[in-house]
T-cell receptor, first 115, second 112 residues
Framework: DAGVIQSPRHEVTEMGQEVTLRCKPISGHDYLFWYRQTMMRGLELLIY????????DSGMPEDRFSAKMPNASFSTLKIQPSEPRDSAVYFC?????????????FGQGTRLTVV | AQSVTQLGSHVSVSEGALVLLRCNYSSSVPPYLFWYVQYPNQGLQLLLK??????LVKGINGFEAEFKKSETSFHLTKPSAHMSDAAEYFCAVSEGYQKVTFGIGTKLQVIP
């Protein structure tokens, strides 16, 4: 398997524009996570899905952020409108639950810069 | 609520010296604890995990960590640092579910 695939790797956009980040989890994994990493706040969990259903979105900072998982092989994180303070590295991770905790595999991240 | 505190955002050690990265956790139930490593421009990779079995956990690349309930600690150690160990290390906690909370991270610098 190619691992968790995120696109794009880098995104530069102007303030006010819509940004869509994409993630393809590892085939067969039933959990998908979106994290945001910044120097000031470290790695924050934004939202996670189980079997394509959002389970906990308490980490989503504002209504400008939304995430979807239309099927088991694809998820998006959308920011509309984007602001400079959204600049960060966004990671997607996936895992499979086998009766206990199992390792979450991370993608390489999308570095978002909002100017 | 679960949380972890990593003591020291930057740690420098000489090549060949002991690596000690500190982590204290807070959890309302017996936790699962993890250490992840992040190399530049990469995602996070699991180093090791504690899931209520042996309190001394061995991971990849010669790292190990000891779970101490009385101290609510899960410090990461390696007897001899290599240049390739330079990276950022994250301690994390989970209360038995898939939701994992990460610490702020500790950047390890290895000095030749």
């Amino acid at each position: 398997d190619a691992g968790v695939i995120q696109s794009p790797r880098h995104e530069v956009t102007e303030m006010g524009q819509e940004v869509t980040l994409r993630c393809k989890p590892i085939s067969g994994h039933d959990y998908l996570f979106w994290y945001r990493q910044t120097m000031m706040r470290g790695l924050e969990l934004l939202i996670y899905f189980n079997n394509n259903v959002p389970i906990d979105d308490s980490g989503m900072p504002e209504d400008r952020f939304s995430a979807k998982m239309p099927n088991a092989s694809f998820s998006t994180l959308k920011i509309q409108p984007s602001e400079p303070r959204d600049s960060a590295v966004y990671f997607c991770a996936s895992s499979i639950a086998t009766g206990g905790w199992t390792e979450a595999f991370f993608g390489q991240g999308t570095r978002l810069t909002v100017v | 609520a679960q949380s972890v505190t990593q003591l020291g955002s930057h740690v420098s050690v000489s090549e060949g010296a002991l690596v000690l990265l500190r982590c204290n956790y807070s959890s309302s139930v017996p936790p699962y604890l993890f250490w992840y490593v992040q190399y530049p421009n990469q995602g996070l990779q699991l180093l090791l995990k504690y899931t209520s079995a042996a309190t001394l956990v061995k991971g990849i690349n010669g790292f190990e960590a000891e779970f101490k309930k009385s101290e609510t600690s899960f410090h990461l150690t390696k007897p001899s640092a290599h240049m390739s160990d330079a990276a950022e290390y994250f301690c994390a906690v989970s209360e038995g579910y898939q939701k994992v909370t990460f610490g702020i991270g500790t950047k390890l610098q290895v000095i030749p």
